[in-house]
C-alpha cells in the first residue's frame, strides 16, 4: 500500500508562490513508475484536477485555471513530485492532495479523482491578503 505525504502548504499573498511536495511515507517510491495527479478541494465543492504528470514524467496535463502559473514536476532521486506554484489568486485556496494509480495513460494523464488509487492527507494553501 503506497502511502503518499503532502508537505509545502501554508499562508501566501495574493501573487506570491509555494512549491508543494508529494513524497511517499516509505522508501521505494519511484515516481516514474506511477501516474501521478494534483487536486484541490475547498468545503462543498468537488476535489477538482490541478495537474497530473504521466509515468516516465513524458507529458504533464494542467487544468485551465492554472495554466501558465504552476508547474508539476518529478525528481527520481528524491522520489519526490513537486507542484511550484507562481502568481497566486485567492480562487487557489484550498485542501492540495497528491494521489497516484500504477496505471499508465499513455501520453494524456486524466483529472478525474476516480483514475487514482492512492492519497495523501493533503496540505492546506491559503492565498490571503
Known amino acids: 500500500q503506497l502511502q503518499l505525504v503532502e508537505s509545502g502548504g501554508g499562508l501566501v499573498q495574493p501573487g506570491g508562490s509555494l512549491r508543494l511536495s508529494c513524497a511517499a511515507a516509505?522508501?521505494?517510491?519511484?515516481?516514474?513508475?506511477?501516474?501521478i495527479g494534483w487536486f484541490r478541494q475547498v468545503p462543498g465543492k468537488e476535489r477538482e484536477g490541478v495537474s497530473c504528470i504521466s509515468r516516465s514524467g513524458g507529458s504533464t496535463n494542467y487544468a485551465d485555471s492554472v495554466k501558465g502559473r504552476f508547474t508539476i514536476s518529478s525528481d527520481n532521486a528524491k522520489n519526490t513530485v513537486y507542484l511550484q506554484m507562481n502568481s497566486l489568486k485567492s480562487e487557489d485556496t484550498g485542501v492540495y492532495y497528491c494521489?497516484?494509480?500504477?496505471?499508465?495513460?499513455?501520453?494524456?494523464?486524466?483529472?478525474?479523482?476516480?483514475?487514482?488509487?492512492?492519497w495523501g492527507q493533503g496540505t492546506q494553501v491559503t492565498v490571503s491578503s
Open positions: 516509505a522508501s521505494g517510491f519511484t515516481p516514474d513508475h506511477y501516474t
Open positions: 494521489a497516484a494509480t500504477p496505471v499508465n495513460f499513455g501520453y494524456v494523464c486524466p483529472h478525474a479523482s476516480v483514475a487514482y488509487d492512492y
